[in-house]
């Protein structure tokens, strides 16, 4: 699997993907085209510490995306990378893809930060099997949000 920044050709695929990744059970709140635009536009101009990733064979057939995120984490007094979003087409499910993509980021970001985290939705149960085979381990918080 190749898995490479996302250029400005890819809008179409990543908003495609998105809008099925915000329609499933892995996220709690409905699809924002906006916002995912948003996402998108900030990953282009680097300005931001967003990534948006593009998942594909070597034959240039999309199988997912990523987007990721850079954080700072006072109780681990480092940096924090945020496995935002990891969403592979139903065609691309059960081939150990994930298991792949964390490998990559691991591997990416290491000696670059003091952990990393990621979100999962509580009804999502075979993803949260996949994620503790990856190291990943539950928080004890509940976390809290304020959309503006």
């Known amino acids: 699997m190749i898995i490479r920044n996302m250029s400005a050709d890819d809008k179409d695929n990543f908003l495609s993907m998105s809008e099925i990744f915000y329609g499933s059970e892995a996220a709690l709140h409905d699809f924002d085209s906006?916002?995912?635009?948003?996402?998108?536009?900030a990953s282009l101009s680097g300005a931001l510490p967003v990534r948006c990733l593009m998942l594909e064979e070597a034959d240039g057939t999309i199988l997912g995306y990523a987007v990721v995120c850079r954080s700072w984490s006072?109780?681990?007094?480092?940096?924090?990378?945020?496995?935002?979003?990891?969403?592979?087409?139903?065609?691309?499910?059960?081939?150990?893809?994930?298991?792949?993509?964390?490998?990559?980021?691991?591997?990416e970001y290491?000696?670059?930060?003091?952990?990393?985290?990621?979100?999962?939705?509580?009804?999502?149960?075979r993803v949260t099997?996949?994620?503790?085979?990856?190291?990943?381990?539950?928080?004890?918080?509940?976390?809290?949000?304020k959309v503006l």
Do not use: C, T
């Open 74 to 107: 006072s109780e681990l007094g480092g940096p924090m990378i945020l496995a935002e979003e990891l969403y592979l087409k139903p065609e691309a499910r059960g081939r150990g893809l994930a298991g792949e993509y964390f490998r990559w980021l691991f591997q």
């Open 129 to 145: 099997e996949l994620y503790k085979k990856q190291g990943f381990e539950p928080l004890e918080y509940i976390q809290m949000i």
């Open 34 to 41: 906006a916002a995912q635009e948003r996402n998108f536009e």
């Open 110 to 125: 290491e000696g670059q930060a003091a952990g990393f985290r990621l979100e999962v939705a509580p009804a999502n149960a």
